[in-house]
């Protein structure tokens, strides 16, 4: 093999010459077969993070992680506790391609030792242009574009593109309650299975393979689940405008029961093995503290923010699908730690399947989609023996439908915290501007936060307690 | 709040005596959501006051471009309508409520004050508004571009900005590379092995 960086070499250079980068600038020194490593390959300016001698003391608060107003004896300790000369201090390089980065983020960290003492993330490396790519598509198409932004929970970024449609549509109110009720069960599925691969990544960078094969294990039973139901694992594209792509298939009560049955049975297993255990409890707990006026004020939201103890669920404070009908528990953590955030999110999976139990049990029958021919396709059976419904399909799906003008707000509990759309429509079948509030985009911030003082080897752990996705936040 | 909540149209046609205020900003409804329109000279103050009700989280900081859809938009009367429109979404946890801020920031100018002081996690929205739109954010500690590489040339998500138009190129790449045919033999090879 050569000494190249890059692993799937094949067709990167050939196929697309534009986007080889780095291999492409290897090319010109190919006679001697020695690779060449530009430094400043992925030098991002003033994006960067820069040494103690070019930035003013106030800046070095903020970088620090102080963001918040202090006062002026806290200010005084923290200039002191992070004073010291250059030469005691190095500025390090963490990612983008890292493994314990969860995906291409990239954190630049002043270290004193084993200490971290300032931290800059600096994101933009899954930048795809996805919010521009929306206004090029029709509201049908919208959510096959969102559903890819936060990869891990796929479900609740189509939910809010099709709530803020709806909303500006006017039919929010003609929903049948067997499509939300559809909605809200596979959204608290979903979260189940994106809190389980929190558990398994979080393990993984606390060095627990075994964690990261039991979540895994676990959360696949999901992913086969929504296979059955919308025919994909990931990226469903199940909840449209208007309702769901299809009904639930049949027998899917006596899946899902099992699936959540052993599921619970496995809960206990895992905390056995991880949450009581005092290595687990070392790794974890009085790690990445924050508090909660921090947090408020940094924008986190999620678990993130529950775990400093402040109750803020928008499921239950602003209830949208039908979450004021189902019964469940906020859970919030006290500390703050990287242990409390891991816990939430251990007792959410709970929460998550006692709301689902619920669904099973109380799934009300009746339409799946609302019945107004401006937005819901008519069924496939329609479409064989009648040219009126072909043509109507096939108007809805090349032309879509007309949204009225205006511009609103709409925010969904993800499993990552707040994840809010905002649309303005101009009255045309494409969103004039969509926009989707990220919740690792916010919450992202309060890594600096995090690790200010902490160890290195803690701030693998501390970044997955953020439960950070680069889709999301590069979009 | 109850003063909000009195009036339940703001721009209903029937010449109202006299339009909705809250801190001095026009209010509208948008969908049921309340909207505020904040004059750029004034925008602080009314963050400020929102501040001191209780909202206390910034939800959400973004931008809308309306070059190409500028005088459709619903505002009430008295809102002088420019380019570009920054929205701000403000929370207030022990309420439960939400308020929407929406300044009007003209091409010539595109400058705004920054609200890191009173929300620290406006940071990185803000710059990626600096980044997509080039608004400036006056005060703000750390005004680079966050999602686009630092020597981007345009504000992407700008409506003259089009897609397509531009080929991605990122740095360190030379332009204009050969193209695979007229590569060298061992470039080739290399490229076949993986």
Redesign the interface.
């Known amino acids: ?2 000494t ?1 960086p890059h ?4 067709d990167a ?2 196929v697309e ?6 291999p ?2 290897q ?2 020194v ?2 001697t ?1 020695v690779t060449v490593m ?1 430094p ?8 960067e993070m820069r040494s103690r001698s070019e930035i003013s003391a ?2 070095l608060l ?1 970088e620090s992680g102080a ?3 202090l006062s002026e004896a806290a200010a005084a300790e923290l200039s002191e506790a992070t004073a010291g000369s250059e030469d005691e201090t190095m500025i390090i390089n963490m990612g983008p391609q890292h493994p314990s980065t969860h995906g291409v983020l990239r954190l630049m960290l002043e270290l004193k030792g084993e200490e971290v003492l300032r931290t800059k993330p600096i ?2 490396y899954l ?1 795809t ?1 996805m ?3 929306a206004e ?1 598509l029709t509201y049908l198409q919208g959510t096959t574009n969102t559903t890819r932004m936060d990869y891990l929970s796929p479900m609740f970024n189509e939910l809010v593109f099709a709530l803020a449609t709806e ?2 549509l ?1 039919v929010a109110d003609e929903m049948p309650a067997r499509a939300t009720w559809i909605r809200m069960f596979m959204c608290e599925l979903n979260r189940i299975a994106s809190h389980l691969l929190f558990f398994a990544t979080n393990g993984m960078d606390m060095a627990s393979t075994t964690s990261m094969i039991f979540g895994i294990r676990e959360r696949d039973a999901l992913l086969r689940f929504f296979e059955q139901v919308s025919g994909l694992r990931m990226n469903h594209n199940y909840i449209r405008v208007g309702g769901v792509a299809a009904d639930l298939p049949d027998g899917w009560q006596e899946g899902v029961s099992a699936i959540l049955d052993t599921l619970e049975r496995k809960l206990v297993e895992h905390d056995e093995l991880f949450s009581g255990q005092p290595i687990w409890h070392g790794r974890s707990q009085g790690v990445g503290i924050i508090g909660p006026e921090a947090a ?6 999620g678990p993130t923010l529950r775990a400093t103890g ?1 109750p ?1 669920d928008l499921r239950r ?2 209830p949208y699908l039908a979450y004021d009908e189902v019964d469940f528990d906020v859970i919030v953590g006290t500390h703050g730690d990287t242990f409390d955030r891991y816990a939430v999110r251990m007792s959410e999976i709970r929460e998550s399947i006692r709301i689902a139990r619920q669904c099973i049990e109380g799934m009300p029958a009746g339409d799946w989609r609302i019945q107004d021919k401006k937005v819901t396709p008519p069924p496939r059976a329609r479409i064989d023996e009648s040219m009126e419904a072909l043509i109507h399909h096939f108007k809805i799906f090349t032309e879509g439908f007309r949204v009225p ?5 709409v ?1 969904v509990e993800s499993p990552r915290g ?1 994840l ?1 759309c ?1 649309l ?1 429509s ?2 045309s079948a494409k969103p ?2 969509m ?1 989707i ?1 990220g919740p690792s ?2 919450n ?2 309060t890594l600096p936060h995090l690790m200010k003082g902490g160890l290195m080897a803690d701030a693998v752990a501390v970044i997955s307690s953020i439960d950070p996705v680069m889709g999301e936040v ?2 | 709040m109850s003063e909000a909540g009195a009036a339940e149209d703001a721009v209903a046609p029937a010449a109202p005596p006299e339009p909705e205020r809250r801190h001095g900003a026009l209010v509208s409804r948008s969908r049921g959501q309340v909207v505020l329109h904040a004059e750029r000279d004034t925008y602080l103050d009314v963050v400020d006051a929102l501040q001191g009700e209780g909202f206390n989280l910034c939800s959400d900081l973004t931008c809308v471009d309306h070059l190409t859809f500028g005088a459709g938009r619903l505002v009430p009367e008295g809102v002088h309508l420019e380019r570009f429109e920054v929205v701000v979404n403000l929370t207030a946890i022990k309420l439960r409520e939400r308020v929407r801020i929406r300044v009007q920031v003209p091409e010539s100018d595109p400058t705004m004050p920054s609200l890191f002081a009173r929300y620290p996690g406006t940071e990185a929205m803000e710059r990626e508004v600096f980044d997509m739109f080039g608004i400036v954010f006056d005060e703000h500690p750390d005004l680079s571009r966050i999602l686009m590489p630092e020597d981007w040339e345009g504000h992407p998500l700008r409506k003259d900005d089009g897609v397509g138009r531009i080929v991605v190129q990122f740095k360190g790449t030379r332009r204009g590379a050969a193209p695979v045919s007229e590569r060298s033999p061992a470039a080739t090879r290399r490229a076949d092995r993986g």
């Open positions: 093999m050569t190249t692993t799937h070499a094949p250079g050939d010459p534009d986007r080889a980068g780095e492409d600038g090319r010109t190919d006679e077969d530009d400043y390959a992925t030098y991002e300016g003033a994006q106030t800046e903020r963001v918040l107003r994101i933009g930048h242009g919010e521009k790519t090029e909303e500006l006017g408020v004020a940094l924008g986190a939201t402040v803020w404070d602003d003008e205006g511009e609103v707000y925010a707040e809010g905002y303005v101009d009255g004039y501007r926009h509030r985009f916010v992202i911030q590069d979009r």
